[in-house]
Structure formats: C-alpha cells, structure tokens
C-alpha cells in the first residue's frame, strides 16, 4: 500500500513540474547524534528522492539554543524553495518542542504538529494531518474497514499520533474533512489493563499506539513513559494487546514500535504492541510490524509535502 501511495505521489510530483512549477523540497531539522532520529531521518531523505521531492538535512549540534532553532524555522518559512518543514523529535530537555514545532509556519508544517494544523484538525477542517495519524486513516480507507458507527479503541493519548487518530476516527464523516463517524474510546497508561480489556474485547477496531521510549543502560532497559531526548528507540509495549482482548473478526492496526530480544537468533528484533502470531488468528485484519504504519507514515509525509507545494491547504 505504501509502494502504491509513493508512485501516486510521484507522478502527483512530475505531474505539478511538468506545469513548469518548482520542484517540491523538505527541509529536515535534525539535532544531536541521537541513532534512532538519523535512522529516521535517512529513510525519510531516501523515500522523498525516490518520488521526485529535493530534500535537506540540517544538522546542528546537541546543544543548540532553543533561539538558534527558531532563527532556522524563521529563515526556512521565508525561503520560497522550501516547500515543507521538519524538526525531527525528540528534541534535547533544553529545547522546548512545542514553541519550536509552532515556529515552523502553517503552510509548510508538514508534521502536522503546528498548533493552528492541530486546531483545524480538530475541527474538522482541512489541514495538513500528523502522518502517523493520517497513516492509520489511509489504511482504514484503502482496505475497507467499516467505522461508521462501530466501536473503536485507540491505546495511547500522545498528542502527535494517538489523540489525532481518535479525532479523525470520531468525527462527522459530512464535514468539512470528513472522519470515521466511530464511537472511539481512548486508553492510555493509566487505564487498568484490565479496563483496556473490557474496551478492546467490545472494540470492531483497535489502533495500538502506546507512547513510551525506552533507554538502554548497559545491560539494561528502562521504560520511560514520557518522550526523553536521551531515549534511543522509540518504542511502546511489547505483546500489549494479546489475543483473549481481541474479538473474533477485529481490525487490528499496530503503530508500536518495539526493539527486543530474539531467543531464537540472539539477536534484536523489531516487533509492535501487538501479539502479531495470536492475535492475526482472531483478527479481519492486522498490522504487521515492521512493514505496517511504518512505511505508510513515511508516505504521507511525502504526500504532504507535496500538498504543501501546491499550496491546496493554505
């Protein structure tokens, strides 16, 4: 599906050149040495070339000032070759990422994080949509999973991936952005687990987006239930959603991301919130992780990149 959205995206991108406009361009704020963020951020670089779209890393130090960053938002809003902007997150404790997040102008905030973008969203007004968020949405329309009017459980509250999930899920499919028209019931690491039982095993659709980051100590892991720059992979509950919480014929969507070891191979493997073997049994449809949400949020990135270029927004 997301090799699918990338070949629409580019001929969307030799379609708009050819009517003798600028070739789109993302700029990406990348700071520190943090591995996970420059893993991200490379796949991102590669994924934008092979649809057409320039891009730019801007790479800056650890200890860069909070004002250095937004005199970079500030130049990059004013640059006409730029068409979208990303700082890529966490950011270090010292910087703040909201006030750099709303430092990037609407028009080019391809993120979606900007708070007029998240506003909009929130009432259902066309808007330049977080991608994980938008993501989750494009396989929900693409494969055909019902949500008017079924039961939805979206796990996990983050204010960039689940909380955006359930506003484009729980909103009138007749408005202005049209949504899910789902009753959506959001959990988070304060509910009980077995709470988020009862909810899930009522749920038509579970989207599992728990937000915790993970730091790696020598020999140990310890689980963060909040973002943390030091944090080296992002990453939520391994096996969170098992297969006595899923009802029989499910949709299952899996945004998780989770490194652990493999007893098998004794070597590190990435898996998601979900347990895919059990769970898949059971489920209509699933998931899988990696090659799930993963690729797809990459895509939709680059779709609004070029959204942003042609200005069909703002």
Partial sequence: MAKQIQKEIQRGVESWISLGNRRPHLSIILVGDNPASHTYVRKKIRAASAVGICSEIILKPKDVSQEELLDITDQLNMDPRVSGILVQLPLPDHVDERTVCNGIAPEKDVDGFHIINIGRLCLDQHSLIPATASAVWEIIKRTGIETFGKNVVVAGRSKN???????LLHTDG????????????????YTPKEQL????????????????????????????????YNSVLLSGIPKLITSDMVKEGAAVIDVGINYVHDPVTG?????????????????SFITPVPGGVGPMTVAMLLKNTLLAAKKLIY
């Fill in 161 to 167: 991936v689940g909380m955006p999930i359930a506003m």
């Fill in 174 to 189: 007749e408005h202005e952005r049209p949504g899910g028209d789902a009753t959506v019931t959001i959990a988070h690491r």
């Fill in 197 to 228: 039982k009862i909810h899930t095993q009522l749920a038509d659709v579970i989207i599992v987006a728990a937000d915790v980051y993970i730091v790696r100590l020598k020999d140990e892991v310890e689980v963060f239930s909040r973002v943390s």
């Fill in 267 to 283: 070597k590190t493997k990435l898996v998601g919130d979900v347990d895919f073997e059990a769970v898949k049994k059971k489920a």
